[in-house]
């Protein structure tokens, strides 16, 4: 259980970087990931925030104050300081996958963009293309960006689409399983790593001072110099021992992770790896078979869990190796933060709305004068108290003796 949960700790930290649904109290703040001494570039403060540029990557994409200040601007101020960081993350996710949209435009053409937007205007009611970019226009958006945003949804759906296909297909499962058995018959690796955190905004000599500094661990370890408690003591990743656990190939750590553990033999070490995290060093103690059996059907359905995503991270993964990330500043904490702070125009989801229900004014007559108890809820929706309770038939008038009370409810199953 111990090691169960310290590689649940791994998985949450790498999935912070990778835009997993997990939050890790623990994500460095861009001043952990500065060295004592080095004083990162600020920018005047009279500088549009559009113009003050935290990392750029590649030659194509950079991320700016104003990027930072949009994605911070609904967090409650308490949240900001265990949350910014990994939100600085996300932002360099979300270029690194418009980055390998555009190494692969064969994924979305621009016929199946078009094709998208008339299927939604079509929904919506709106005949023509001019009508759609004036709603857009009235609502202080630019319709291009928009379908640049849909361009990007749509790509990662497609790619989850691909990687669900493989599942659905239980011969092609059946086939991938006996290739690579120990990748899927749950034989697990005990693994330790120091690690090293990078921050996305960290500069390009930070980073050279922070990789040479885990080279420099390495050679002592392997030369006897240095004990791996000697250097672990260094480590930005706080496990006892820098212990990730036993992990399987898929599904517990991340795959960068994963992929250079399972290629080790037991005592060997690692190659220092680079990861969006940062740099790791990884020793593997103690290898265990599995001897899981594809026909267990938890095992097929680990495999489809796993495809469903996988085509989605080996894009960030090959977009990541392709792109380099070159930090120039950490982000300002913005003046104002908090639930009260509202976007200056419609989020895209509220236009997506707009494309996807009818205008009010085309409603059928009457429509508008029902009330709210007798028209059907959205699916998903949670009805409110109120509405629940409007919903009741009144109780009939008492014609006999009072009724008795009712039993009280049982407790629910446990």
Not at 46 to 51: A, F, H, K, V
Not at 81 to 105: C, G, N, T, W
Not at 348 to 377: F, H, I, K
Request: glycine letters at 6%.
């Amino acid at each position: 259980m111990k090691t169960r949960l310290m590689a649940a700790r791994w998985a949450a930290l790498a999935g912070a970087a990778f835009g997993a649904s997990v939050s890790v109290a623990a994500e460095p703040t861009a001043a952990t990931s500065s060295p004592s001494g080095s004083a990162p570039a600020t920018a005047p403060a009279t500088q549009p925030e559009s113009e003050i540029i935290l990392f750029r990557v590649g030659d194509k994409a950079v991320v700016t104050q104003e990027d930072f200040t949009a994605a911070v601007q609904l967090l409650k101020p308490e949240q900001y300081d265990a949350q910014a960081m990994s939100i600085v993350r996300r932002l360099l996710e979300q270029k690194l996958f418009e980055l390998y949209l555009a190494d692969h435009p064969e994924l979305i053409p621009p016929a199946k963009l078009e094709a998208e937007i008339e299927r939604r205007m079509k929904n919506a009611k709106i005949a023509t293309l001019d009508e759609v970019k004036k709603r857009f226009a009235e609502k202080g958006f630019s319709f291009e960006a928009y379908g640049e945003d849909l361009r990007v949804r749509l790509a990662r759906a497609e790619l989850i689409r691909r990687g669900s296909a493989i599942g659905e297909d239980t011969a092609a499962l059946k086939k991938i399983y006996d290739q690579h058995p120990t990748e899927f018959d749950g034989t697990t690796v005990d693994t330790r790593q120091i690690m090293l955190v990078v921050a996305p905004t960290d500069t390009p000599a930070v980073r050279a001072e922070k990789k040479s500094r885990l080279v420099k661990m390495r050679e002592d370890i392997l030369a006897g110099k240095r004990t791996w408690d000697q250097c672990v003591s260094e480590s930005d990743f706080r496990n006892p021992n820098g212990s990730l656990g036993a992990f399987t190939r898929h599904g517990m750590v991340h795959e960068m992770i994963a992929k250079a553990a399972f290629a080790l033999e037991v005592g060997q070490f690692s190659d220092i790896i680079e990861t969006p995290l940062g740099y790791h060093l990884l020793h593997v103690t103690a290898r265990k078979p599995g001897n899981r059996p594809f026909e267990e059907l938890q095992i097929q359905r680990n495999m489809r869990v796993y495809f469903s995503g996988a085509k989605y991270q080996e894009a960030i993964a090959e977009s990541f190796l392709k792109h380099p990330v070159v930090g120039v500043q950490p982000p300002r904490r913005p003046a104002k933060i908090g639930s009260a702070i509202k976007p200056s125009a419609p989020s895209y989801a509220d236009l997506e709305r707009m494309l996807s229900t009818r205008p009010a004014a085309t409603r059928p007559a009457g429509a508008a004068t029902r009330g709210a108890a007798t028209q059907p809820a959205r699916p998903g929706a949670t009805l409110r108290p109120a509405t629940r309770s409007a919903m009741r038939p009144a109780p009939k008038p008492a014609t006999g003796p009072a009724p008795k009370p009712p039993l009280p409810a049982k407790p629910p199953a446990r």
